[in-house]
């Protein structure tokens, strides 16, 4: 692997607005062009757009596509209509969680699955080598595709004032191509903020006009330009698992709360089923540590790995953590023992440099936006 970062169409002009940029899982992207926190509360409030180019498409196309699709992943993906998208989990055959995704079904036979930067690589290998077999092409599609993503409030006005789309018609989780300020995109009802928006997947080529022409678009509603370290904070509060924080190979998406994914109803086996039906069993009988949300009643603000503590024993760990600000305290996402998961317990603390300070147990997500 290399070590010099890879750039998205849109870095030239993410530098020229003044971004500071970080590596990110291999990629050079933006963190903040200014205030993260004005951007957060630009998302909740206006509209904020992001550069997720990073973002690891995986096309599926043939007579079999469904059927390696249903067996390489947890998902039933037989179910999900052409324009629509289902939110899934690869696993490993030990039921523990690769990454998680969204499939978008394009066409009759052709799927594009969406990965994590991070970890785009290793479902690429993974489908490709579950494929054997299947009537099914497996195309890396990562330099095909740039994504850019409006969210927030005001998304749906900014679009509609450049694209003729019928995006009132467009559900959540759906999505249909389109034409986005004379750009042919994939325009796509999907987002990590908790707010309404929309991710476009166009041609790297496109993306500049078509950043362009968005911020151009909604200059007059308060739309900015917002970095990961806001991403973050908007999907904390919203409680979005993120992975290599809340999702590891070290659990199931039983142990993750999200069992709910994996649908055993399916025809035909998939990777990980043995260990997942275990898995389901284990979480009904003992229940595993639980994802909890916690809100601090004091200031500092709790990292991931941080223990979570009551009665001066460890009883967890943070998974992420940041300071709200929506809802103006810290804020984190812990597993916990069930015996302390429940909303309301009290005599729950995080230890932060050896100080255990006070936390509130809640359930997750922290913010819902009122529809």
């Known amino acids: ?92 055959e030990d039921g523990g969680i690769l990454d998680d995704l969204i499939v978008y079904r394009l066409a009759e036979t052709e799927y ?5 930067a991070g970890n785009a690589q290793i479902v690429l290998d993974a489908i490709t080598e579950r494929g054997a077999g299947f009537d099914a092409e497996v195309r890396d599609d990562r330099d095909a595709y740039a994504l850019i993503a409006v969210q927030g409030p005001e998304s749906p006005g900014i679009l509609k004032s450049v694209t003729d789309a019928d995006l009132d018609g467009l559900k959540y989780y759906a999505g249909l191509p389109g034409t986005v300020a004379g750009v042919p995109a994939l325009i796509a009802r999907t987002g990590y903020t908790g707010e309404d ?41 919203a409680g979005m698992p993120l992975y290599g924080h809340e999702l590891t190979t070290a659990l199931t998406p039983f142990d993750a709360g999200l069992g709910r994914v994996v649908k055993f109803e399916k025809e035909g086996d998939f990777v990980g089923r043995a260990a997942l039906e275990a898995a389901a069993e284990r979480a009904e ?50 597993y916990v023992d069930a015996a302390h998961a429940a909303p309301g317990t009290s005599g729950v603390g995080i230890d932060i440099r050896g100080t255990h300070e006070p936390y509130e147990v809640v359930a997750l997500p922290f913010y819902k936006r009122q529809k």
């Not at 953590?321 to 103006?328: C, D, K, M, R, V």
């Open 1 to 92: 692997m290399s070590n010099v970062p890879r750039h998205t169409a849109l870095d030239a002009l993410h530098r020229s607005l003044g971004a500071t940029m970080t590596d990110f899982a291999g990629w050079d992207m933006p963190l903040r062009y200014g205030s993260e926190r004005d951007e957060h509360n630009a998302v909740r409030t206006r509209a904020g757009l992001f550069d997720l180019s990073h973002m690891g498409e995986i096309t599926v196309t043939g007579p079999q596509a469904v059927d390696l699709l249903n067996y390489a992943l947890v998902g039933n993906i037989g179910t999900v209509g052409p324009g629509r998208a289902r939110y899934t989990m690869i696993c490993r």
């Open 197 to 237: 928006g929309f991710e476009l997947f166009v041609a790297p080529a496109d993306a500049e006009k078509l950043w362009q022409a968005l911020t151009e678009a909604g200059k007059d509603v308060g739309l900015v330009p917002a970095g990961l370290s806001c991403r973050d904070t908007l999907r904390l509060e």
């Open 285 to 334: 009988t003992a229940p595993p540590r639980k994802l909890v949300g916690l809100i601090a009643e004091g200031r500092r603000v709790p990292r991931a790995g941080f223990s979570v503590v009551a009665d001066g024993k460890v009883i967890g760990e943070v998974t992420s953590g940041a300071p709200s600000p929506t809802l103006g305290k810290p804020i984190a996402m812990a």
């Open 112 to 116: 594009m699955v969406v990965a994590n």
